[in-house]
């Protein structure tokens, strides 16, 4: 296995989740850094950055670990403790679209487009493995 093989994953997802990636930073740099002044609903987005961000991470690295076997999980299951992982992703992802609906605040607008960009861009990458 040379060092292309195993650098490769991480190239490939890298690019293929810029835009949910963008979105995730433009929304953590119009997030409000005075956060005792805020009331709850100016705080929600906050939340909703945090869950945003672990869920990008988890299917992130599901992606990851997808094309570095180089095969669909339909052939290659995924261990055991992907499966609650994944689960955990799309639970953070359902709370995100919550919060952004429940919020008040600049970071609703990149959390919105997170929502709809992110399962896409996932979607296109576990096709294409």
């Known amino acids: 296995m040379g ?4 650098i490769g994953p991480f190239v490939l997802v890298g690019l293929g989740m810029v835009g949910p990636a963008i979105c995730l930073v433009f929304g953590w740099l119009t997030c409000n850094r005075v956060s005792s002044s805020l009331n ?3 705080k929600l987005p ?3 950055l945090w869950l945003a961000s672990l869920s990008f991470l988890l299917t992130s690295s599901f ?3 997808l094309h ?3 095969s ?3 052939n ?3 261990e055991k403790f992907w499966i609650p992982l994944n689960w955990l992703t799309v639970l953070y992802w359902a709370s995100v679209i919550v919060l952004v609906l429940l919020g008040k605040g600049k970071p609703r607008l990149a959390l919105f487009v997170w929502t ?3 399962p896409i861009f996932a979607g296109m990458l576990y096709v294409s493995a």
């Open 3 to 6: 060092f292309g093989h195993a």
């Open 40 to 42: 709850i609903k100016e």
């Open 46 to 48: 906050r939340v909703g």
């Open 76 to 78: 290659n299951p995924p």
């Open 72 to 74: 669909p999980s339909v």
């Open 68 to 70: 570095y076997l180089n």
């Open 116 to 118: 709809i960009v992110c």
């Open 63 to 65: 992606l990851v670990r």
